[in-house]
């Protein structure tokens, strides 16, 4: 199986900050059939790794409560100098929330926001050049940005990332842009100034491949996961709002065969 063609600018790792690693562990593993491996504690802080089939798909770690957020998935972009990019990040409207850090042996990285305000991870590749596996079940199939600001969102990452965008949609209902095109698109940022609740941040969502939604969503309650939106058939596949035993949001979506 070849490895996901992950460009600069695009979408090249994901990982979750849970306040309960082990019960996460075993929620995916139940869910997506994932097996971990975790790293040296002095080196990585015990950063846990996972794989699917033997490939890399997601990283845990734990959220020891003292940044305040709660438990959450996060999306890292590649880009090619982390600091530079820090830098154009803070120039175009985001923020540095984690200023540029060595990774030993495997890359760099830091942590900012978007000119909405969605918090994003950048990713400079050193040994660790991402996911090894995507859009095949138990992997990160899509990753997309709700964001009230959407000008200055789809502009930041033309600015920052050097995304070349494509207008998915732009209609009132509906306004969507996209990294590439078509079927090369790697992600996409939607108005949601519309709908979505002032108490509720810009972020970006991450979605997985399953083979069943409707089965996925059983196991989860069974699991003690919750969910935010039941699932709906789109152009797209079955996409279902989840998310896991201590709260952390993310999708499911099933590929529907082709009418």
């Known amino acids: 199986m070849p490895k996901p063609d992950i460009t600069p600018g695009a979408p090249c790792w994901i990982d979750l900050m849970t306040s309960e690693p082990e019960k996460a562990k075993n929620f995916y593993t139940e869910l997506f059939g994932w097996t971990y491996e975790t790293g040296d504690e002095e080196k990585y802080g015990g950063y846990i790794t996972a794989f699917k089939n033997g490939q890399s798909v997601a ?5 020891d409560g003292q940044s305040g957020y709660p438990d959450v998935w996060t999306t890292y972009l590649r880009v090619d100098n982390v600091d530079a990019t820090t830098q154009a990040a803070a120039s175009n409207g985001g ?3 984690v ?3 060595e990774v030993p042996e495997q ?3 830091a942590m900012i926001s978007d000119a909405g305000g969605a ?4 990713w400079e590749f050193g040994g660790h050049t991402g996911f090894q596996l995507a859009a095949e079940p138990g992997s990160p199939a899509w990753h997309e940005i709700f964001t009230r600001d959407y000008p200055a969102t789809v502009k930041f990452y033309q600015d920052v990332f050097g995304w070349d965008t494509d207008v998915m949609s732009d209609t009132d209902e ?3 842009t996209t990294l590439g095109a078509g079927e090369n698109a790697k992600a996409g940022i939607m108005d949601v100034s519309a709908f979505l609740p002032e108490s509720i941040p810009a972020h970006w969502r991450i979605y997985f ?3 069943n939604t409707d089965a996925a969503i059983e196991k989860t309650t069974a699991l003690g996961g919750q969910v935010v939106q039941p699932a709906a058939d789109t152009p797209f596949g079955r996409v279902a709002t989840l998310t896991d035993p201590t709260g952390a949001m993310f999708l499911i979506v099933q ?5």
């Open 255 to 259: 590929e529907l065969p082709q009418q």
């Open 174 to 176: 509906f306004k969507y």
């Open 107 to 109: 890359g760099k990285m």
């Open 209 to 211: 491949a399953v083979e």
């Open 119 to 122: 918090a994003v991870g950048v």
């Open 95 to 97: 923020q540095i929330f």
């Open 59 to 63: 990283g845990l770690m734990k959220n």
């Open 99 to 101: 200023p540029p850090m």
